[in-house]
């Protein structure tokens, strides 16, 4: 016998709508929430034993913790308690194992400035950028000084860094005051110490070309490693001491030539001799699109390996993978073969093994996740160590070789350190009490991959959030477009902090009942050569517009959207992509949300003010400007959030500044958001808590109020 529960009119309807609507609780979160995720970086090993760092932030709050074997519990190491925008990077422990020695403030993803201080709590005198030392077994760190890119000697007693553009060098126990090494004309970088901790190498910055030196002591003057009109960079050491191996590519200058049309851009690899600087070619990239400087992860990511042989990285096959060369010369060996690329590549402590992240797996949808892997240097015996439908990224071997250190993330768990053996299989996480209860994790949807190809026939690859529940209401969109341009979006958490803040945006405005398409347009890494550096693209067409423009329709044809209700939103380059969307195409893009995005492209160029030009410059300038959103203001209809960091060194905030009084112009409908002294990057959590929260209060007023 069935009994039925009598209730109130007004409680009845209400319990109708919330079914009909899918509305569940358990889905609801705040932005505060999903924000609240620790995020590790820096992942670091000691050369000898077991002990390994990473750096974490904790909303805002950036300290080093510390785990060593076998047990590999999470140890905080330092005590930052503020949310006060000051980065932890060049993370390192001691050959020796007795100190981790760190660099505090600045913003070092950025495109210039990143060894400045940032203030974000407009401070009378802004935060430096200093080098710390601090015990492995735990202590009161040690200010060793202002300066940049510190690298620890391989005897454990001293610290060389960068500091104004020179070299200078430091006890790493901070017992006697910093000293300058030596001045170089034009600005040092990419110091390494030799095997022996002897010698520094270095390359001189001289503007149109690029000198490599080695620095021995006050007393002897600096030698030069077969100087020429190139550009020689990336200097490694042989593991006696003996060699140096680096790259080189041609010097500026020469006949302007055209602009518009692909060009193959030439490397090589040399070896010298130290004792007598010279040099002779070993490999010589082959001289095809795909064989042009990598501009991946790492780039070059040259190494000097274990059985005298040379390691590096190379798009040469379509696909950016790992080969290895003998150093006396002979045919490179491809390492890592398949339609996958290679990615945060380690060498291990003995020089035998390489360790990296690759979007491969017995899954196809591996295509957009990361897995570690291994390889020998020797051989082409690559094994994938974790495969699943997590993610994993920047392995790194410890220094007794019985584990592998990385991180772990999956579609709903935020990234965590994690510890494996060596060969792989059991995965333990470290520091997991670093996730607050209140983290929504069982509420958060799992992003389902779209496959669509766009009309001039580009295959394109997207991330599906869907609001959970199942109502048959059409719903709002949001099309996201990541920055760089050379990214990828993945089906889980990401493995850099911009993006996952972006992954855990995407979430919440699912949350909200937002569907949101995160789509990996070309230009894009992840896919291979002709996706990654395809034609007519950036200020040569914008042809990758095409795809974000394909997205917004994919998402119109869906069942379960209304095709009236679509928005887009990005940052930096996907800000750019953002502002074409509203200006080609605002009866498609209901709304928008322009994060520091670039505006004007004819600033990338200086075409026309030389009097020897090349032979498309005006055509190439004319191009420059109808890939530029500025272009299109005359047709730009929808309305539009700017936003913008006023430190931002990425992206110039004139970008923004010059949009807004051309749509102020033209009467388009628009609100902005001004943060002062933040960076491109949001450095201060509070921040970045404040642009989510306006882009999503945006949307919900400008798409799902509009039914």
């Known amino acids: 016998m069935l009994t039925f529960l009598r209730l109130p009119k007004g409680l009845f309807l209400i319990l109708f709508f919330l079914l009909k609507s899918g509305i569940s609780s358990a889905q609801k979160f705040s932005l505060e929430a999903i924000k609240s995720y620790p995020f590790p970086n820096e992942l670091t090993a000691s050369a000898q034993g077991s002990k390994i760092a990473w750096a974490l932030n904790e909303q805002g709050r950036r300290n080093v913790y510390v785990a060593e074997g076998p047990a590999f519990t999470a140890r905080k190491l330092t005590d930052y308690t503020k949310d006060d925008g000051q980065e932890i990077s060049s993370l390192a422990i001691s050959a020796d194992g007795k100190w981790v020695v760190y660099v505090r403030g600045g913003d070092h993803g950025s495109n210039w400035d990143s060894n400045v201080g940032?203030?974000?709590?407009?401070?009378?005198?802004?935060?430096?950028?200093?080098?710390?030392?601090?015990?492995?077994?735990?202590?009161?760190?040690?200010?060793?000084?202002?300066?940049?890119?510190?690298?620890?000697?391989?005897?454990?007693?001293?610290?060389?860094?960068?500091?104004?553009?020179?070299?200078?060098?430091?006890?790493?126990?901070?017992?006697?005051?910093?000293?300058?090494?030596?001045?170089?004309?034009?600005?040092?970088y990419g110091l390494e110490w030799s095997p022996d901790g002897s010698k520094l190498v270095f390359v001189a910055d001289r503007g149109d070309h690029s000198l490599i030196g080695v620095y021995t002591n006050p007393e002897s003057p600096i030698q030069w490693i077969a100087p020429s009109f190139a550009n020689d960079r990336t200097p490694r050491w042989s593991p006696d001491g003996s060699k140096i191996v680096f790259v080189r590519t041609p010097?500026?200058?020469?006949?302007?030539?055209?602009?518009?049309?692909?060009?193959?851009?030439?490397?090589?690899?040399?070896?010298?001799?130290?004792?007598?600087?010279?040099?002779?070619?070993?490999?010589?990239?082959?001289?095809?699109?795909?064989?042009?400087?990598?501009?991946?992860?790492?780039?070059?990511?040259?190494?000097?390996?274990?059985?005298?042989?040379?390691?590096?990285?190379?798009?040469?096959?379509?696909?950016?993978?790992?080969?290895?060369?003998?150093?006396?010369?002979?045919?490179?060996?491809?390492?890592?073969?398949?339609?996958?690329?290679?990615?945060?590549?380690?060498?291990?402590?003995?020089?035998q093994v390489l360790t990296f992240s690759a979007n491969t797996g017995?899954?196809?949808?591996?295509?957009?996740?990361?897995?570690?892997?291994?390889?020998?240097?020797?051989?082409?015996?690559?094994?994938?160590?974790?495969?699943?439908?997590?993610?994993?990224?920047?392995?790194?071997?410890?220094?007794?070789?019985?584990?592998?250190?990385?991180?772990?993330?999956?579609?709903?768990?935020?990234?965590?350190?994690?510890?494996?053996?060596?060969?792989?299989?059991?995965?333990?996480?470290?520091?997991?009490?670093?996730l607050l209860p209140s983290f929504p994790q069982s509420a958060l949807v799992t992003p389902k991959q779209v496959v669509f190809t766009t009309p001039d026939g580009f295959k394109v690859y997207g991330q599906l959030f869907e609001p959970a529940g199942n109502s048959s209401e059409k719903k709002p969109a949001i099309v996201?477009?990541?920055?760089?341009?050379?990214?990828?979006?993945?089906?889980?958490?990401?493995?850099?902090?911009?993006?996952?803040?972006?992954?855990?945006?995407?979430?919440?405005?699912?949350?909200?009942?937002?569907v949101v398409l995160s789509v990996n347009y070309r230009l894009g890494i992840g896919y291979g050569y002709e996706f990654h550096q395809p034609e007519r693209a950036s200020t040569n067409g914008a042809s990758e517009y095409i795809d974000i423009k394909a997205a917004g329709e994919w998402l119109a044809k869906q069942s379960f959207v209304d095709p009236s209700r679509i928005g887009i939103y990005g940052g930096s380059y996907g800000g750019y992509l953002t502002a074409m969307a509203l200006g080609r195409d605002s009866k498609l893009f209901a709304a928008g949300v322009d994060i520091h995005g670039v505006h004007d492209r004819t600033a990338d160029r200086s075409l026309l003010s030389r009097y020897e030009k090349a032979p498309d410059a005006e055509r190439a300038a004319q191009t420059a400007w109808e890939s530029s959103p500025i272009a299109y203001v005359n047709t730009w209809t929808s309305p539009v959030l700017i936003i913008h960091g006023d430190d931002d060194?990425?992206?110039?905030?004139?970008?923004?500044?010059?949009?807004?009084?051309?749509?102020?112009a033209k009467g388009v409908e628009m609100e902005t958001m001004i943060i002062v002294n933040d960076t491109h990057h949001w450095m201060k959590h509070a921040h970045s808590l404040q642009a989510g929260r306006a882009t999503a209060e945006y949307f919900q007023r400008k798409l799902k109020s509009n039914k």
């Open 362 to 434: 017995p899954d196809p949808l591996d295509i957009d996740r990361r897995h570690v892997a291994k390889v020998s240097v020797d051989q082409a015996n690559m094994s994938l160590l974790a495969p699943g439908t997590g993610l994993e990224w920047t392995p790194v071997i410890t220094g007794d070789h019985a584990s592998i250190a990385l991180i772990s993330a999956t579609a709903q768990r935020p990234p965590l350190p994690a510890v494996m053996p060596l060969t792989g299989n059991s995965l333990k996480l470290i520091g997991s009490s670093q």
């Open 118 to 188: 940032v203030n974000v709590d407009h401070l009378p005198l802004p935060p430096r950028v200093e080098i710390w030392a601090v015990p492995f077994a735990g202590g009161v760190p040690k200010l060793l000084s202002e300066g940049d890119m510190p690298i620890i000697s391989p005897k454990s007693d001293a610290v060389a860094f960068i500091k104004n553009g020179q070299a200078w060098s430091v006890s790493l126990t901070g017992s006697t005051p910093a000293k300058n090494l030596f001045n170089s004309r034009g600005g040092t």
């Open 251 to 351: 010097g500026t200058g020469g006949v302007p030539d055209s602009i518009l049309v692909r060009k193959h851009r030439p490397w090589a690899i040399m070896v010298a001799e130290v004792a007598s600087g010279k040099a002779t070619q070993l490999w010589k990239a082959p001289k095809t699109l795909a064989g042009s400087i990598p501009t991946t992860n790492g780039g070059f990511n040259l190494h000097w390996a274990a059985k005298n042989r040379i390691v590096y990285l190379s798009y040469e096959d379509g696909w950016p993978h790992l080969y290895s060369i003998p150093a006396t010369g002979g045919t490179p060996l491809l390492l890592t073969p398949g339609h996958f690329m290679v990615e945060h590549i380690r060498l291990s402590p003995n020089g």
């Open 649 to 664: 060194r990425n992206v110039r905030v004139n970008q923004s500044t010059d949009l807004i009084q051309r749509l102020e």
């Open 480 to 514: 996201y477009v990541h920055g760089g341009p050379q990214r990828q979006m993945l089906l889980g958490w990401h493995y850099s902090d911009y993006y996952a803040n972006a992954y855990a945006t995407n979430q919440y405005l699912a949350s909200l009942g937002f």
